[in-house]
């Protein structure tokens, strides 16, 4: 069982940066893969970036590649989202979540994650 909580959002112009953090408690010695999502109203959830468990591979989807990086601090239990330039098609609420055993479905797929956090609000706006 993995608890996750995020935290960190805000509101940021066009053009700035915001790190986001995702505390992950519980039995961390099993996790699998940690993944970012976010949802914007009327949006499905979008899964964009996620980093493994096991060897720290990351992944990214082309929108935020290059803009956004997942890094993770195993001693602190912590995963982060550093975000820049970003845009105002980033705003949405931002999620983390977990898996400890694999699902057979994409990084990015919200079916390959069990433990959710409650989400936090990035709003990109001049």
């Known amino acids: 069982q993995l608890q996750v909580v995020e935290y960190g959002g805000g509101s940021v112009q066009p053009g700035g940066s915001l790190r986001l953090s995702c505390a992950v408690s519980?039995?961390?010695?099993?996790?699998?893969?940690t993944g970012w999502f976010r949802q914007a109203p009327g949006k499905d959830r979008e899964g964009f970036a996620a980093i493994s468990g096991a060897n720290g591979k990351t992944y990214y989807v082309d929108s935020v590649k290059g803009r956004f990086t997942i890094s993770r601090d195993n001693a602190k239990n912590m995963v982060y989202l550093q975000m820049t330039n970003l845009k105002p098609e980033d705003s949405a609420v931002y999620y983390c979540?977990?898996?400890?055993?694999?699902?057979?479905?994409?990084?990015?797929?919200?079916?390959?994650?069990?433990?959710w956090g409650q989400g936090t609000q990035v709003t990109v706006s001049s």
């Open positions: 979540a977990a898996t400890q055993i694999p699902r057979g479905v994409g990084w990015n797929s919200a079916l390959g994650y069990d433990y």
């Open positions: 519980g039995d961390t010695s099993r996790v699998y893969t």
